[in-house]
């Protein structure tokens, strides 16, 4: 599935993602910046916190308990905010877009 991260400087990144791994993967695997991701995907650290486009909200469905509790620490959480660890990429997602935040870079 095609992914779009956005950054906050105006740049972004086209990722071809593989059904299964997350949008946190997709993204440090094809080297893309504003995602830390130091936990390594265990829904842990909050740096791989992105905005998601409304248009995909609903197909993403709805947070996880534990992914809600971490995101309390990441900065500037608005109602689209997301774990990228926790998005798992399927062909409902292709063309998704993802904004990445200020303090991730
Ligand atoms: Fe650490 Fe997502 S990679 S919470």
């Known amino acids: 599935a095609k992914i779009t991260y956005k950054h906050h400087d105006g740049t ?3 990722v071809e993602a593989t059904n299964g791994e997350s949008v946190m993967e997709a993204a440090v695997k094809n080297s893309v910046a504003g ?3 130091d936990c390594g995907g265990a829904c842990a650290c909050a740096t791989c916190h992105v905005y998601v486009d409304e248009a995909f909200m609903d197909k993403i469905g709805e947070q996880q308990e534990m992914e809600r509790s971490m995101l ?3 900065e500037n959480v608005q109602p ?3 774990l990228s660890c926790q998005i ?3 062909d409902a997602l292709d063309g998704l877009v993802v904004t990445t935040p200020e303090s991730q870079h």
Do not use: K, L, P
């Open 88 to 90: 798992t990429v399927s």
């Open 12 to 14: 972004e990144d086209v």
């Open 80 to 82: 689209n905010s997301r």
């Open 35 to 37: 995602i830390d991701a």
């Open 72 to 74: 309390d620490f990441a």
